[in-house]
């Protein structure tokens, strides 16, 4: 099992940055997949980006492509997002996942507030 902890997540102006991090403890963070998605109010939760394993291979969601960037350092057991030119509709509770086999598991979650 993994728990997962998210952080960075914080209220920017249309056109800023953030870097999200998503720190996990537990066994054998480098066998999971790891993820984001996101949340708005009165949406369903929708997937970002995610990264393989090893790091190698990555994928994004077409609204974010070019804009953020999932990273993540197995020495420090945490996966990063970088978002740039964060734009209102980024606003969202951002939720890390990690995925191995059938099993996956949550974060509670980082706001994300983009003012126009």
């Known amino acids: 099992q993994v728990q997962l902890v998210e952080s960075g997540g914080g209220l920017v102006q249309a056109g800023g940055s953030l870097r999200l991090s998503c720190a996990a403890s537990?066994?054998?963070?480098?066998?999971?997949?790891m993820g984001w998605f996101r949340q708005a109010p009165g949406k369903e939760r929708e997937f970002v980006a995610t990264i393989s394993f090893s790091g190698g291979t990555t994928y994004y969601a077409d609204s974010v492509k070019g804009r953020f960037t999932i990273s993540r350092d197995n020495s420090k057991n945490t996966v990063y997002l970088q978002m740039n030119d964060l734009k209102p509709e980024d606003t969202a509770v951002y939720y890390c996942?990690?995925?191995?086999?059938?099993?996956?598991?949550w974060g509670q979650g980082t706001q994300v507030t983009v003012s126009s």
């Open positions: 996942k990690a995925s191995r086999a059938q099993n996956d598991y």
């Open positions: 537990g066994r054998a963070f480098t066998t999971y997949n």
